[in-house]
């Protein structure tokens, strides 16, 4: 069993027009309304892969409730922390040149009262359950402490130092952690996020994002996935250096991608598979999402077919 953490779940909604015109009227072609958040897309990719996924977060007004409507339809369990407020929404408009804007609203309905609601939630999933891998997903309000994720891995090692730990988050909020004394099986940065946090410049090339990678604030993190999109992968785990890539496919929406190469990793832990296995099904599975209009949606067909034609070579 895995279990997902999102403290900012959203409703998505995705919108594509032909030309997008700043202060000017703008018709939509196509309208899909989607539940969001990095972790409950993680929860429902590894579901459909064939993981028993628990999504836990928090939740509040008619979007939150919306999102325990439309779970009912996925096969993950939600376990959410209720609260005050409206749940946020986020905005993704594609023209037809492939442009993408994304419009996120900030969340600030969430307390320190709350925030020890859901570590408490969490103690009683890890406890009662069992779980071989959790995945801390998306950053956080900047009202709330930097330390927070700290706490989660903290109490997480303390029931069980055994279960896999994903962060995927970007920015203050990683380095918060990389620069902590938690110590972390996953992190899984895109390009930008990693230029981002190392302060350097945005690249795609194996070889200088395998020195990117040999940065001291990478020391005690033993698995790395840099997600490029089309160009593929790197991965490093612990000394070695590893690039995946794989014949192009018929691209619909990105969004989402990066979180499905969460729940395929969640997936692939959950099954304790090899090393090379659990790389093929993180990656397939972010493929495979950009093969689906909906937002952190895979078909396993698609996956099993991409897991069998994806190339891996030591750098």
């Not at 069993?1 to 072609?29: E, F, H, Q, V």
């Not at 949606?297 to 077919?305: L, S």
């Amino acid at each position: 069993m895995i279990l997902t953490i999102t403290i900012s779940p959203s409703i998505d909604r995705l919108y594509k027009i032909d030309d997008l015109k700043i202060g000017n009227l703008n018709r939509a072609k196509l309208i899909k309304k989607m539940v969001g958040g990095k972790g409950i897309n993680a929860a429902r990719v590894a579901s459909q892969l064939g993981a028993k996924a628990i999504a836990t977060g928090f939740l509040g007004g008619e979007n939150g409730r919306y999102i325990l409507k439309q779970a009912q339809k996925d096969s993950y369990i939600p376990n959410f922390v209720q609260v005050n407020g409206e749940t946020r929404n986020c905005y993704t408009i594609i023209q037809s040149n492939s442009t993408k804007t994304e419009i996120n609203e900030i969340y600030n309905s969430i307390n320190l009262s709350d925030l020890d609601r859901l570590l408490d939630k969490i103690r009683l999933l890890i406890t009662t359950n069992n779980i071989k891998a959790v995945s801390i997903n998306g950053s956080f309000p900047k009202q709330l402490p930097l330390n927070f994720y700290s706490s989660v891995i903290s109490i997480i090692r303390k029931i069980n130092p055994d279960i896999n730990i994903i962060l995927d988050t970007s920015g203050t909020a990683l380095k918060s952690v990389l620069k902590s004394s938690q110590q972390l099986d996953y992190i899984k940065p895109n390009e930008q996020e990693l230029a981002e946090l190392l302060g350097t410049k945005v690249t795609v090339i194996p070889q200088i994002l395998k020195q990117y990678l040999q940065n001291s604030l990478f020391e005690r993190v033993n698995n790395i996935f840099v997600s490029l999109g089309s160009y593929g992968a790197i991965v490093k785990h612990y000394n070695d250096y590893l690039f995946v890539d794989f014949d192009p496919v018929n691209v619909i929406n990105t969004e989402g991608s990066g979180d499905s190469v969460v729940g395929g990793l969640l997936y692939a832990l959950d099954c304790n598979m090899e090393y090379e296995d659990v790389i093929r099904y993180a990656i397939a599975s972010g493929t495979a999402n950009a093969m689906e209009t909906k937002t952190g949606y895979i078909e396993k067909n698609n996956v099993n077919n991409l897991v069998k034609k994806l190339r891996i070579k030591y750098l």
